[in-house]
């Protein structure tokens, strides 16, 4: 049992880095109704480049925002890609993930990753403040910074997509033909929308490289599955009439329960190497939940109808 | 004044299904002119007004507004200047958002889109107003999501949208065409209380004949990319539908059902 919940503590603490990611898939996926595999890569590069500056003696913090930077850059690219030269989402973002595993290498000084052990991460700040050890209370640090950050995200977002200009993204993902006619500059919000959900997939590669203390040119392998999954976990409790924070949060939390399920699964004698399977398992179970639902409603209901006739 | 010149737009251009949309085609249209436009499939009817929006691009000729030339200006900023009704009920409306953020988006056509907050509480107050002006009862579904209003409803909500900003063009395109014949004419009835004695110019395209007659001080016919007749004034207010229907064989325009159903 204590080995279930220090296993749980550690999936918390993962589901909260990869929920900061999960939020930027959200942005693209449902905001801008624009299906972006750029994340796949941007959160490596984000990832690679907290790696790179703390190494080289960077502040955490200062690490944390290039890293944020540095993912919407790769978000710009798929954005000019897919609005100035008319390349289909799907490809655009295929082109730029696959450019961005020779850029992310290229950061790394054409290593596959670099350790930072024994330099300051912003997990060392807690750990100072509260007495902690960075190694004992690694999950717990981890938790502290990112209650912080995704409570910090999604303040940002809930004020950003409430302004004009947040308007006119969300306009921009629900009818885009509107949206020009209303004098959008569609190509605009879509360049910041997927620069905003990039910069996330950035910070969370940065979160990630902190937490683990070494940054890998890998480690972005499958994001997208990720992202997806927790926000379609979280979808089957949002409701239409939900705050827009709360719907945010609920994609955090999804992003935990995610997490949560695979710590289950392993500590039920599941093999690391049958994860994706199951990540694979838990999607599609998701998303077959609504229809379901309807099916056992009709089913209901034809049963209701079938007393009256008797 | 809207002035077009010498328009032409040619759709796959060197292939074997090339075809004039647009043959030269001139109009010259005043301050509070209401024009309206009539012809078979293909006419070119829609595309004359996406060239005039700004969603296609011409292939020749100028379209200017005012003596500047938009020709080549680009669609959303052309918006400032242009606001639009599309037949589809669904095109005019963001679904996901509800009415007031709809309205608040209108509101800010041809505005600069800032980091100001998206809806203020005195433009909460002003649509409440216009909205209970209108007499549709939308004033009561503010707060709800225009995805679960009635096609009339969401056409109506176009409609103003589309007027809540003083365009200096209002396209029309077929806006009561998709509406069933009751709800058809309560969006024709706004469409003209918004237009009369409006400063902008207004271009209907429709199917039908009678309301072509009875609406506006203009009349053009269309035919395969081009004007073949048109009317003003008393002249037409004076015309028949059966004199359209003759226009129609003598140019040798096929007519389908709808038109005359409609008629």
């Known amino acids: 049992m204590a080995q279930f919940l220090n296993a749980s503590v550690g999936g918390i603490s993962l589901g909260l880095i990869w929920g900061v990611l999960a939020v930027g898939v959200y942005l693209t996926y449902r905001i801008l109704d624009f299906a972006d595999l750029t994340v796949d890569s941007s959160l490596a590069t984000g990832g690679v480049v907290t790696a790179v500056l703390i190494a080289n003696g960077c502040t955490p913090i200062l690490a944390l925002l290039a890293s944020c930077l540095a993912g919407s850059c790769a978000g710009l690219i798929t954005a000019l890609l897919n609005t100035k030269l008319k390349i289909p989402a799907i490809l655009a973002?295929?082109?730029?993930?696959?450019?961005?595993?020779?850029?992310?290498?290229?950061?790394?000084?054409?290593?596959?990753?670099?350790?930072?052990?024994?330099?300051?991460?912003?997990?060392g700040y807690w750990a100072d403040l509260f007495n902690l050890s960075l190694i004992d209370d690694k999950n717990v640090l981890s938790i502290i910074t990112c209650v912080i950050v995704c409570s910090a995200v999604v303040g940002f977002l809930y004020w950003f997509f409430g302004t004009e200009f947040g308007c006119s993204v969300r306009a921009t993902g629900f009818n885009s033909t509107m949206a020009k006619a209303q004098g959008i500059n569609t190509d605009l919000t879509k360049i910041v929308c997927l620069m905003i959900s990039n910069g996330l997939a950035g910070l969370a590669g940065g979160l990630l490289a902190q937490h683990n203390q070494s940054g890998d040119v890998?480690?972005?392998?499958?994001?997208?599955?990720?992202?997806?999954?927790?926000?379609?976990?979280?979808?089957?409790?949002?409701?239409?009439?939900?705050?827009?924070?709360?719907?945010?949060?609920l994609v955090v939390l999804g992003s935990v329960a995610y997490r949560l399920i695979f710590t289950f699964a392993v500590q039920m004698g599941m093999h690391t190497n049958d994860l994706k399977l199951v990540a694979t398992a838990i999607i599609v179970i998701a998303l077959t939940v609504p229809l379901i639902k309807k099916k056992i409603a009709h089913k209901k209901l034809k049963g209701g109808l079938n007393n009256v006739k008797n | 004044m809207l002035k077009i010149e010498n328009l032409t737009k040619i759709f796959n251009v060197g292939e074997t299904t090339e075809k004039t949309a647009l043959n030269n085609v001139s109009l010259t249209l005043e301050e509070g002119d209401f024009l309206t436009i009539i012809g078979g499939n293909g006419a070119g009817k829609s595309t004359l007004l996406n060239c005039i929006s700004g969603v296609l691009s011409v292939d020749n000729g100028t379209i200017s507004l005012d003596?500047?030339?938009?020709?080549?200006?680009?669609?959303?900023?052309?918006?400032?200047?242009?606001?639009?009704?599309?037949?589809?009920p669904l095109d005019g409306t963001a679904g996901g958002m509800n009415i007031e953020e709809n309205l608040a988006l209108a509101f800010r056509r041809g505005k600069k889109r800032g980091l100001g907050w998206g809806i203020t509480k005195e433009e909460r107050v002003l649509f409440h107003k216009l909205l209970s002006e209108t007499g549709l009862g939308l004033e009561s579904l503010m707060a709800q999501k225009v995805s679960t209003l009635s096609?009339?409803?969401?056409?109506?909500?176009?409609?103003?949208?589309?007027?809540?900003?003083?365009?200096?063009?209002?396209?029309?395109?077929?806006?009561?065409?998709?509406?069933?014949?009751?709800?058809?004419?309560?969006?024709?009835?706004?469409?003209?209380?918004?237009?009369?004695d409006s400063k902008f110019i207004t271009i209907m395209v429709t199917h039908n004949m009678n309301d072509a007659i009875k609406i506006g001080n203009k009349l053009v016919m269309m035919n395969q990319g081009n004007v073949v007749f048109q009317a003003s004034g008393q002249e037409k207010q004076n015309l028949k539908v059966v004199d359209l229907i003759s226009k129609f064989s003598e140019v040798g325009a096929e007519l389908n059902d709808r038109i005359l159903l409609n008629s």
């Open chain 1, 93 to 123: 973002g295929i082109l730029t993930m696959s450019a961005l595993y020779s850029i992310n290498l290229k950061i790394l000084g054409n290593r596959a990753n670099v350790s930072f052990f024994g330099k300051p991460t912003i997990n």
């Open chain 1, 218 to 249: 890998n480690m972005g392998t499958g994001t997208i599955v990720i992202g997806l999954a927790s926000v379609i976990l979280a979808e089957t409790v949002i409701r239409d009439r939900f705050s827009f924070w709360l719907k945010l949060a």
């Open chain 2, 67 to 88: 003596g500047e030339d938009v020709t080549h200006l680009a669609e959303y900023k052309r918006a400032k200047y242009v606001s639009r009704v599309f037949q589809n």
């Open chain 2, 151 to 196: 096609g009339g409803q969401r056409q109506s909500l176009a409609l103003i949208m589309a007027v809540l900003v003083q365009p200096k063009i209002l396209l029309l395109d077929e806006h009561t065409a998709a509406l069933d014949p009751k709800t058809a004419k309560t969006v024709l009835e706004l469409t003209q209380k918004f237009t009369k």
